[in-house]
């Protein structure tokens, strides 16, 4: 169970393009995901929040224009990277959260992240 | 600024010992704990959560909290070399903004397994 699929796993796109990344919670409802993203050598950095049904809550520094966020369904929400740039190029790995039952805490189950790279 | 601290490493274990892993946190009020556990080029996979003081065991691993420390620590008996990967410490409720049900994660202690 808890399983996260994310798609593309690889894009690259010339700059100045878009690039859509969808993100899946295949086996639970997920009515909070979340975008992270990872530079080379460093460590995941929370980039939004998405909740189904409302508007994304972006990070400090994160453009909210540039970075289009929407959670459409309990199972799926979708990255939109507009005007691509080089510095854009990133791993992108999103997470769902699971309800948190018996345990009283919820636990977060990441995509296998989409590698783009920006020309 | 909230922080999540780790030894990068490289952490290097003999096959078979015990592999000793050590996060420290800044925020006092964070309630949920988490060990990731991530190959090179793929995405952090789930090994503990923890959120209560004291020990959890799973299978060859434990978690260890002490909030009082501001300390979270992962012991992996019987080390395999198939445990060899960067284990990521990651933090509940530390960001300020409207994310804070998301993760602050450590850099990683990248751990070596020598068989």
């Known amino acids: 169970g808890a399983v996260v699929s994310q798609h593309p796993s690889r894009v690259i796109c010339k700059s100045g393009t878009s690039v859509k990344i969808e993100c899946r919670s295949l086996?639970?409802?997920?009515?909070?995901m979340f975008w992270y993203r990872q530079f080379p050598k460093q460590s995941l950095m929370l980039m939004a929040t998405?909740?189904?049904?409302?508007?994304?809550?972006?990070e400090q520094g994160v453009e909210k224009d540039k970075f289009l966020i929407n959670h459409a369904s309990l199972t799926l929400s979708t990255l939109t990277v507009t005007s691509a740039h080089p510095e854009d190029s990133s791993f992108y790995i999103c997470?769902?959260?699971?309800?948190?039952?018996?345990?009283?805490?919820?636990?977060?189950?990441f995509g296998p992240g989409t590698r783009l790279t920006v020309t | 600024q909230k922080e999540v601290e780790q030894n990068s490493g490289p952490l290097s274990v003999p096959e078979g010992a015990i592999a000793s892993l050590n996060c420290t946190y800044s925020d006092r009020v964070s309630q949920s704990f988490f060990w990731y556990r991530q190959y090179s080029g793929k995405s952090p996979e789930l090994i503990m959560s923890?959120?209560?003081?004291g020990d959890k065991e799973d299978g060859r691993f434990t978690a260890q909290l002490n909030k009082a420390s501001q300390y979270v620590s992962l012991l992996i008996r019987d080390s395999q070399p198939s445990d060899s990967a960067t284990y990521l410490c990651?933090?509940?409720?530390?960001?300020?903004?409207?994310?804070?049900?998301?993760?602050?994660f450590g850099k990683g202690t990248h751990l070596i397994i020598q068989p």
């Open positions: 998405s909740n189904e049904g409302s508007k994304a809550t972006y």
């Open positions: 923890i959120y209560s003081n």
């Open positions: 997470s769902a959260r699971d309800s948190p039952g018996d345990r009283g805490f919820h636990e977060q189950y």
């Open positions: 086996d639970f409802q997920a009515t909070t």
């Open positions: 990651a933090v509940n409720g530390m960001y300020s903004g409207g994310g804070a049900d998301g993760l602050t």
